[in-house]
């Protein structure tokens, strides 16, 4: 059995026996042990009593986080003419048409969010086999399918997070970087938690929020308790 690190020893020792803490404990405690040599992300996972393989149970949106997610995020927006100007003068990292569906075809996605006008879906439409596994097709659910795309950029670019459920009904964000204040941390993960109650399907049947967990990129999760996690 291999030895564990001294970092990831004190780590474990730290969370030993913790349980169903309250989001303030849980964020202090995984904030508290995020020692790795970068800014860890802190994240969040939600298992929610859903089967997204039914289309009354998916869970899907997207959240505003009121502290940001402190991660530069690089968007790509499909418009053409006055739209695309705006992208760009909005902050768009790319912007194009068809030249941009070929090299996303070619195999090149650099951009962690896809922002389409509606005229340019059947275009982007063609990406679907690219995009959707990596859940960057835009989606006129969760605004990225929009004709105000400036907004839709500087959204993206000022910490709005998508969110859908995983096949196993499981959620999967990251909240903020461990550098952020407790506090801050502590808002993020309620707006988070928040809106997925929101999302609740119309097909969910019985307990919907079953397990609520927090970590860091590099350390070890601790559950928190969802009726605290819940409650503003």
Do not use: W
């Amino acid at each position: 059995m291999a030895k564990l690190g001294k970092r990831t020893a004190a780590a474990r020792e730290a969370f030993a026996g913790k349980d169903n803490l309250t989001v303030e404990d849980a964020v202090a405690l995984v904030k508290g042990n995020a020692t790795a040599k970068f800014d860890e992300t802190i994240e969040i996972s939600m298992n929610l009593g859903v089967d997204p393989r039914h289309a009354d149970q998916m869970v899907r949106g997207v959240v505003g986080l009121p502290n940001g997610t402190g991660k530069d995020v690089r968007v790509a927006v499909f418009a053409r003419g006055p739209k695309a100007e705006e992208a760009q003068a909005a902050g768009a990292d790319i912007v194009g048409a068809e030249d941009l569906m070929e090299t996303v075809q070619g195999g090149t996605i650099d951009f962690d969010r896809c922002i389409a006008t509606p005229d340019m879906m059947p275009i982007v439409g063609r990406l679907g086999k690219v995009l959707g596994p990596r859940n960057l097709m835009p989606n006129p659910k969760v605004g990225t399918v929009t004709m105000d795309v400036a907004d839709a950029v500087k959204a993206a670019k000022g910490g709005e997070v998508q969110f859908k459920a995983e096949k196993a009904g499981v959620v999967h964000a990251g909240v903020g970087k461990a550098s952020f204040d407790e506090a801050k941390l502590v808002e993020n993960v309620r707006a988070f938690v928040g809106a997925v109650a929101k999302a609740k399907p119309s097909g969910a049947k019985g307990t919907y929020m079953m397990k609520v967990s927090l970590s860091s990129t590099m350390g070890p999760g601790v559950s928190v308790d969802v009726e605290n996690a819940v409650t503003e």
